[in-house]
């Protein structure tokens, strides 16, 4: 399920944090800016307070600004803080 993904940037991604090419959306930007290889998308969701959290994941990791972590690289904390959110 996406809710327990994490996802990290890609090296485009950081290019992207670096340069600010206007090639994103603010929603995009703003969930790319929370995407940092530790927080999972439901925590990405509440942070962002974006509804359609999803969709804008599956997009950046479409056009290559993110990526899904090995669910085995999962930190610790994230694992045993049990989240489960339903979408």
Do not use: H
Request: hydrophobic share 40%; net charge negative.
């Amino acid at each position: 399920m996406i809710a327990d993904e994490i996802f990290q940037k890609t090296p485009k991604g950081r290019t992207e944090m670096e340069t600010k090419s206007d090639a994103l959306s603010m929603r995009e930007r703003r969930v790319l800016i929370l995407t940092n290889g530790e927080r999972t998308a439901a925590l990405i969701k509440e942070q962002s307070l974006f509804s359609n959290i999803i969709e804008i994941l599956e997009n950046l990791e479409q056009l290559g600004y993110i990526g899904r972590l090995s669910s085995s690289l999962k930190p610790a904390a994230q694992l045993s803080a049990g989240m489960e959110v339903s979408y």
